[in-house]
């Protein structure tokens, strides 16, 4: 069974500029989970999606948003880029959203800002 | 609002030696409580999670963590490291009850495994 899949893996882009990446969640799962994990500020909630519904949204400016397809695959979009938003953002998928369910991880994308 | 503290940001320690993490977290309702693992440039992994019932609870890789509820704890212990355990450990929240599955991270621990 194939694992949370994060694409692309590295990515550098200029400030200014926006950028879309890409949650492929595993088969079945329906709930799609963002984080954004750096070193100052660790690992922060970013949003959640639900059968193409965000359901719960973290404390992060509206250049950050996502959006889940029909078959559960989530992107995620930053624009106007920072150099603050650098960061390793992750993808966790699970089952049915439900808080006592095992949330999967990907590998993450690191986005670098310059 | 949830929270989670993990007071040391490393542990270094000596392969086959026990090591304990700890983890303090602050709720106002109740939680599940989970310890996930990073190795470098990668995901996280669900080492164990706590829901309800025993308070101890094991995990994978010898892994153990106990729910102290009167303390707010769940500090994660191993009795023997290996090398392979070298990596960063996390903690951390949910509540059970409220909108949404958002959980609440620690800042993470550093564990050094050495020879």
């Known amino acids: ?114 | 609002a949830q929270s989670v503290t993990q007071l040391d940001s490393q542990v270094p320690v000596f392969e086959e030696a026990p090591v304990e993490l700890r983890c303090n977290y602050s709720s106002s309702v109740s939680v599940y409580l989970f310890w996930y693992v990073q190795y470098p440039n990668q995901g996280l992994q669900l080492l164990l999670k706590y829901l309800s019932g025993s308070t101890l609870v094991k995990g994978i890789n010898g892994f153990e963590a106990e729910f102290n509820k009167s303390q707010t704890s769940f500090h994660l212990r191993k009795p023997s490291v290996h090398i392979s355990d070298t990596a960063e450990y996390f903690c951390a929240v949910i509540a059970n009850t409220g909108g949404g599955n958002k959980l609440t991270f620690g800042t993470g621990t550093q564990l050094k495994v050495e020879l």
């Open chain 1, 1 to 114: 069974k194939a694992g949370v899949t994060q694409t692309p893996r590295y990515l550098i882009k200029t400030r200014g500029q926006q950028v879309t990446l890409s949650c492929s969640p595993i088969s079945g799962h329906r709930s799609v989970s963002w984080y954004q994990q750096t070193p100052g500020q660790g690992l922060q909630f970013l949003f959640e999606y639900f059968s193409e519904t965000q359901r719960n949204k973290g404390n992060f400016p509206g250049r950050f948003s996502g959006r889940q397809f029909s078959n559960s695959r989530s992107e995620m979009n930053v624009s106007t880029l920072e150099l603050g938003d650098s960061a390793l953002y992750l993808c966790a998928s699970s089952l049915d959203g439900q808080r006592n369910t095992e949330a999967f991880f990907g590998q993450g994308t690191r986005l670098t800002v310059v």
